[in-house]
């Protein structure tokens, strides 16, 4: 006779979750970052804020970024030379260009992650899809389920405006619904296209000169379970997650939607407030563990990292805070610097990133750690261990 126990033990899975396959995908038209002042400001036509326009270039010259891919490029803003200005209601039109764009990219990064997987998308169980882009239902979660073929049981779950954490969450909820269903094939997509927060400088709003400065497109894939079968060879198995809300920190980071598009806060202290953080959310992480002796000084250069790089000056914070080799946050400063802060996604190019990188190297470590920050502010944290297969899947990818 079946009992609840029984039916629960049957349905959780023997192994831990890990990522098994990587893709990722970025808009046609790009942008080199120490021309972009110049472009911004003459297709927003508002040449005449020098000083804005002074301004960016500077955070572009320090932001640690040499190219961005943009989906909002001349020819669409010919199209529509509305979305340039603020103060037009604009939400509209933004919200039906996004609901094509967005998951269309999300299948373009699909697409790789699928061919490596190596199973027929029909396999995919579960799809967890993060975006600031959404706005209405049914959302793109559909929409890129629908352009897959994924089958019609998939359990889809959608998360809007999670920001720049939206990767690190959705990687988290995988680990969660792998581990308690057995056999769960769980696609992670994250698509970001700043269509929805393009408009031209506005005197007062040092915010947007700032996004405008960091911000680009990209929709990163990946696709997670447990007990691999023998097509799958695991990348990083997920050990442990948490999440952290540094407190007194919920105006620091900040996204809402108006009629003239999405507005940014990003607060000058951020990376100040990762830094005085960052340290006690890794000791809490790897405390009850056993893999990193957290009592002892700086013991951080023992692990491998994919940090979010929300900025250079975040990065450069977190490396002197916790002590690390130049080295260590490579993939990340690699990864800024070819396609810019591309919010929820970026962590997951920053995965990408980094297994092509351990797979040529001699001497890896063994365990490492995601973190993503977003509004909240939210830290999310994964420990990861780097599967046996790494090496021989990091350079077949
Ligand atoms: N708001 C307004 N102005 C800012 C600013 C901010 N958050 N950060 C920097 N500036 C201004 C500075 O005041 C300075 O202005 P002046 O040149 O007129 O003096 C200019 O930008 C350049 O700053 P610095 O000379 O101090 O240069 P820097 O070394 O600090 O580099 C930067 C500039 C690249 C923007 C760097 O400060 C940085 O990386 N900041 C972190 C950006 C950030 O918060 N990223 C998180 C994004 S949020 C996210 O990822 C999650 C999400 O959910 C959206």
């Not at 080799?325 to 810019?340: I, M």
Request: glycine fraction near 8%; charge should be negative.
């Amino acid at each position: 006779m079946a009992t609840i126990h029984h039916i629960r033990q049957a349905q959780r899975a023997h192994s831990p979750a890990a990522v098994l396959a990587i893709g990722t995908a970025n808009p046609v038209t790009s942008m080199l970052q120490d021309e972009y002042a110049d472009y911004y400001f003459r297709v927003t036509k508002s040449e005449h804020l020098t000083g804005l326009k002074d301004k960016l270039n500077r955070i572009c010259n320090k932001s640690g970024i040499k190219k961005r891919f943009m989906h909002v490029n001349e020819q669409l803003l010919t199209a529509h030379p509305d979305l340039i200005d603020r103060a037009l209601p604009t939400l509209d039109a933004r919200i039906d260009m996004a609901s094509a764009a967005v998951p269309e990219l999300a299948a373009s990064a699909a697409a790789k992650a699928i061919a490596e997987w190596g199973r027929p998308a029909t396999d995919i169980t579960h799809l967890i899809f993060s975006t600031y882009s959404g706005a209405k239902a049914p959302s793109a979660d559909l929409r890129l389920a629908t352009l897959l073929g994924l089958r019609p049981t998939v359990c889809r779950t959608i998360l809007n405006l999670n920001g720049c954490s939206g990767g690190g969450r959705a990687l988290q909820l995988a680990k969660e619904i792998a581990e308690n269903n057995r056999g769960a094939r769980v696609l992670v997509a994250c698509s970001e296209l700043t269509l929805v927060a393009f408009y031209g400088a506005q005197d007062a709003s040092l915010d947007t000169i700032v996004g405008q400065g960091l911000f680009g497109d990209g929709a990163g894939v990946a696709i997670v379970g447990a007990d691999p079968v023998v097509v799958e060879r695991p990348l990083f198995e997920m050990a442990l997650a948490t999440q952290t809300t540094i407190p007194g920190t919920e105006d620091a980071i900040s996204m809402q939607l108006s009629t003239g598009g999405l507005d940014f806060h990003l607060s000058s202290q951020v990376p100040k407030l990762l830094g005085n953080n960052i340290e006690r959310v890794l000791v809490d992480a790897f405390r009850s563990l056993g893999v990193v002796d957290v009592n002892v000084a700086a013991p951080w250069n023992d692990l491998f990292y994919a940090v979010h790089p929300g900025g250079r000056a975040i990065l450069d914070l977190i490396e002197q805070v916790l002590g690390l080799d130049a080295e260590k946050l490579a993939p990340s400063r690699q990864v800024l610097s070819e396609f810019g802060n591309m919010s929820g996604a970026t962590v997951i190019f920053v995965l990408d990133e980094l297994r092509r990188r351990r797979a040529e190297e001699e001497e890896v470590p063994e365990w490492g750690v995601v973190m993503a920050f977003g509004p909240g502010i939210t830290v999310e944290t994964m420990v990861l261990h780097a599967a046996s297969s790494l090496k021989e899947n990091g350079l077949a990818s």
